[in-house]
């Protein structure tokens, strides 16, 4: 979204007619969710998608004919065998799609307030208010960026919310997919989580490979230069070599920081947990078998760690899907990342209570 909006103040500024569009609203099968968005050029260029197909199309030629137009439109799609697919398939659901033609630099004030506040990666919501479907007569779409504590930020069209708008907004720190509510669509843009990977191997390397691709932001440590650098961490925001305890002691841990300790052995991976699991992170999970994890928790124990702080480590790492490749076993971590991120937890079929209650409290060492 961020590049497309960077594309959408180009294209202003140039003075290249475009028109903003975006899935607001879906129902039943569609080949893509709320708040896609795409757009589309005087010259029938367009940038982004909608998911392809007769509808992508439709929308192209309709808004092709809206591009000159004063007031935003939404637009209604059944999707019958009117909007076959490409594969000849009819997914059989219904989508409303926004249409914006952006000309002026008045317009386009709103999509700079979004696009600050998205690259601020607080968190926001874009509130659609539409019609209903059984009113009649047009009336122009009205839209409200609202902050994560709730304030908005900006309007496009009516100035006034309607007195139901907070009624059904979702805080956003709970990662709401984007929904509908008494007329209302509202659109989600959340923080992307920092994922800390302690441990530069090939699983760890993986691991950044995949869960850079669905927005987390990387950070790589390890006490290796050779294991821990820009050429095998491409994607990483922040790269930390040293000791473990010099490196771990660097980390700025929020509530919003994803940990995984992958090191080399077990040694370092106790060191690493020991530092980290009484952090505030909003997850920590740790690689190896079973009865690894249970060494490593007694010793922890032993030193002091807190048992609740353990408790709430998730070893051994990943969903269990019968992984035995490097590949294999970073899916099924990455996997679990997000299902916790956007959950909140991980589903019941794959909760499994902590190794920590099958030991027996330890005298702490003196």
Same mark, same amino acid.
């Given at each position: 979204?961020?590049?497309?909006?960077?594309?959408?103040?180009?294209?202003?500024?140039?003075?290249?007619?475009?028109?903003?569009?975006?899935?607001?609203?879906?129902?039943?099968?569609?080949?893509?969710?709320?708040?896609?968005?795409?757009?589309?050029?005087?010259?029938?260029?367009?940038?982004?998608?909608?998911?392809?197909?007769?509808?992508?199309?439709?929308?192209?030629?309709?808004?092709?004919?809206?591009?000159?137009?004063?007031?935003?439109?939404?637009?209604?799609?059944?999707?019958?065998?009117?909007?076959?697919?490409?594969?000849?398939?009819?997914?059989?659901?219904?989508?409303?799609?926004?249409?914006?033609?952006?000309?002026?630099?008045?317009?386009?004030?709103?999509?700079?307030?979004?696009?600050?506040?998205?690259? %601020? *990666?607080?968190?926001?919501?874009?509130?659609?208010?539409?019609?209903?479907?059984?009113?009649?007569?047009?009336?122009?779409?009205?839209?409200?960026?609202?902050?994560?504590?709730?304030?908005?930020?900006?309007?496009?069209? %009516?100035?006034?919310?309607?007195?139901?708008?907070? *009624?059904?907004?979702?805080?956003?720190?709970?990662?709401?997919?984007?929904?509908?509510?008494?007329?209302?669509?509202?659109?989600?843009?959340?923080?992307?989580?920092?994922?800390?990977?302690?441990?530069?191997?090939?699983?760890?390397?993986?691991?950044?490979?995949?869960?850079?691709?669905?927005?987390?932001?990387?950070?790589?440590?390890?006490?290796?230069?050779?294991?821990?650098?820009?050429?095998?961490?491409?994607?990483?925001?922040?790269?930390?070599?040293? %000791?473990?305890?010099?490196?771990?002691?660097?980390?700025?841990?929020?509530?919003?920081?994803?940990?995984?300790?992958?090191?080399?052995?077990?040694?370092?991976?106790?060191?690493?947990?020991?530092?980290?699991?009484?952090?505030?992170?909003?997850?920590?999970?740790?690689?190896?078998?079973?009865?690894?994890?249970?060494?490593?928790?007694?010793?922890?124990?032993?030193?002091?760690?807190?048992?609740?702080?353990?408790?709430?480590?998730?070893?051994?790492?990943?969903?269990?899907?019968?992984?035995?490749?490097?590949?294999?076993?970073?899916? %099924?971590?990455?996997?679990?990342?997000?299902?916790?991120?956007?959950?909140?937890?991980?589903?019941?079929?794959?909760?499994?209570?902590?190794?920590?209650?099958?030991?027996?409290?330890?005298?702490?060492?003196?």
């Amino acid at each position: 979204m961020r590049e497309l909006l960077l594309e959408l103040e180009k294209a202003v500024r140039e003075q290249r007619p475009v028109c903003y569009t975006c899935l607001v609203e879906t129902r039943g099968s569609t080949p893509q969710k709320p708040g896609a968005a795409m757009l589309i050029f005087g010259d029938g260029a367009q940038a982004g998608t909608l998911g392809g197909g007769c509808v992508e199309a439709e929308v192209k030629h309709r808004a092709l004919r809206l591009i000159d137009a004063d007031s935003p439109e939404i637009m209604t799609f059944q999707l019958d065998n009117d909007y076959g697919w490409d594969d000849g398939l009819i997914c059989g659901g219904r989508m409303k799609v926004l249409v914006d033609s952006v000309k002026t630099a008045q317009d386009l004030q709103y999509y700079q307030h979004m696009s600050q506040l998205l690259e %601020s *990666d607080q968190g926001c919501t874009e509130a659609i208010v539409f019609q209903p479907e059984s009113a009649e007569g047009d009336t122009e779409p009205a839209r409200f960026l609202i902050d994560a504590e709730s304030n908005i930020v900006a309007t496009r069209g %009516s100035q006034e919310p309607p007195s139901r708008l907070f *009624d059904g907004l979702k805080p956003i720190k709970n990662r709401p997919r984007p929904y509908v509510n008494q007329g209302i669509a509202y659109l989600t843009f959340h923080q992307t989580c920092q994922l800390v990977i302690v441990g530069c191997g090939h699983i760890g390397q993986k691991v950044a490979e995949l869960a850079s691709d669905v927005d987390f932001d990387i950070i790589a440590v390890d006490d290796r230069q050779e294991y821990c650098n820009a050429e095998r961490f491409p994607t990483a925001k922040q790269l930390i070599v040293g %000791s473990f305890d010099t490196a771990l002691s660097k980390l700025s841990v929020t509530p919003d920081t994803f940990i995984i300790i992958v090191t080399r052995g077990h040694n370092h991976d106790e060191e690493a947990l020991g530092h980290l699991a009484v952090t505030d992170a909003r997850y920590i999970g740790m690689i190896g078998s079973k009865r690894k994890v249970k060494l490593i928790f007694e010793d922890l124990l032993r030193l002091g760690t807190p048992r609740e702080a353990l408790a709430r480590v998730h070893a051994p790492l990943g969903f269990d899907i019968g992984s035995q490749t490097v590949p294999e076993i970073a899916m %099924s971590i990455v996997a679990e990342l997000i299902a916790y991120r956007n959950l909140d937890a991980l589903p019941e079929g794959y909760q499994r209570p902590s190794l920590v209650e099958d030991i027996k409290t330890p005298h702490a060492a003196n």
